[in-house]
């Protein structure tokens, strides 16, 4: 589990999700789709606790990776997994170091992604 950043919310599930929610996209993200693992359990006929995964990215910014290392695409867009697990609401997504392995020549790029999960984790936290 090297690289997974997990934060407790001090929100209850939903009320996490929806500030994650506003968080992306009031700051220059897209959020290409939002998983719902729970959802998708139930009608197997199984059960999950809540589990949300968003996916998000700034295609541009994006686009300036992939430019300089294709491969960034089995990385992006970026992921964040919000679930609800003993009556805690957590937080996780990959550290900004796992692209270390793609020699990124735009670090400013990486900074700015870091930037967000650090402020988006301090409205949780």
């Known amino acids: 589990m ?5 934060k407790e919310s001090k929100f209850g599930f939903q009320e996490t999700v929806r500030r994650v929610k506003n968080y992306i996209e009031n ?5 290409f789709c939002i998983v719902d693992h729970a959802g998708a359990a139930n009608n197997a006929g199984l059960k999950l606790d809540n589990t949300v995964l968003f996916i998000f990215g700034n295609p541009k910014a994006g686009t300036i ?3 300089g290392t294709r491969l ?5 867009p970026l992921k ?8 805690k609401t957590f937080v996780s997504y990959f550290g900004v170091s796992e692209f270390d392995k793609f ?15 650090e402020e988006l984790i ?3 936290s």
């Open 2 to 6: 090297e690289n997974i950043i997990l």
């Open 80 to 87: 964040l997994l919000v679930y609800e697990e003993n009556n």
């Open 27 to 31: 700051n220059g993200f897209k959020i």
């Open 65 to 67: 990776l992939m430019q």
């Open 72 to 76: 960034m695409g089995l990385e992006l």
């Open 103 to 117: 020699n990124i020549k735009e670090r400013n790029i990486l900074k700015n992604i870091e930037t967000l999960y």
């Open 122 to 124: 301090k409205d949780i």
